[in-house]
């Protein structure tokens, strides 16, 4: 229950083209679903996050999907551009005492073909 | 831009031996937390610490772990004696709120 599954593994998109990564979760306690990028060497960076009351946020070319009765959330990049490329890793979590435990995704390692 | 600091960048040690990573949180977060990735793996808690004490830990966080805010800048995570398993990035991250979390570049901890 305290699992979150994230695919594809490893995604190879086009320049311009839309990466799209999944993330699937059980536990209905979890509420807010972070998204981090992580270059090689670095630490996680938060990207864009959301809550179960709103089923889409979008920051720029980030935007997150959000799917409640089906425990699903996607992370959509538009215009995807070689910088793009990292691991994305996706996070659920709910407040223990004040403080919130990540569950992370297993991540998805994104290129982006120039 | 404020950051979270770690240091070392980088540590080797022997099995068995002790070791300290410090973390230099974002100033005026209020909660602190270490996460540890085996390479290629997934990210994975370890520690809450809110209010001077350990809110939640996970099942890896054993007695051979603590954690210490031991002034008003620092957390560090020991780790009283190392295993060869314990060989993995460790990051620390700091949050104004409880939910957003930010990380800081990771300690690399190689055990031999």
């Known amino acids: 229950q305290q699992q979150v599954k994230q695919s594809p593994q490893s995604l190879i998109v086009q320049k311009g083209g839309i990466s799209i990564i999944n993330c699937a979760y059980e536990?209905?306690?979890?509420?807010?679903f972070p998204w981090y990028q992580q270059f090689p060497g670095k630490g996680p960076a938060l990207l864009i996050a959301?809550?179960?009351?709103?089923s889409e946020k979008k920051e720029g070319r980030f935007t997150i999907s959000f799917n409640k009765s089906a425990k699903q959330f996607s992370l959509h990049i538009m215009d995807s551009q070689p910088g793009d490329s990292a691991t994305y890793f996706c996070?659920?979590?709910?407040?223990?005492?004040?403080?919130?435990?990540?569950?992370f995704g297993t991540g998805t390692r994104l290129k982006v073909l120039a | 831009e404020p950051e979270v600091t770690q240091t070392p960048s980088h540590q080797v040690t022997q099995m068995g031996q002790e070791v300290i990573l410090r973390c230099v949180p974002i100033?005026?977060?209020?909660?602190f937390y270490w996460y540890r990735q085996i390479l290629g793996q997934k990210v994975e808690f370890l520690v809450s610490f809110y209010n001077n004490e350990i809110s939640e830990k996970s099942e890896i966080f054993d007695d051979q772990f603590s954690v210490e805010r031991p002034d008003g800048s620092n957390f560090t995570l020991k780790i009283r004696s190392t295993k060869l398993e314990d060989s993995a990035m460790y990051f620390c991250a700091s949050g104004p709120e409880g939910e957003t979390q930010y990380f800081g570049p990771g300690t690399r901890l190689l055990v031999l």
């Open positions: 959301i809550r179960p009351d709103v």
């Open positions: 100033s005026n977060h209020l909660y």
């Open positions: 996070a659920a979590t709910r407040p223990h005492s004040g403080t919130y435990k990540y569950i």
């Open positions: 536990n209905t306690a979890f509420d807010y």
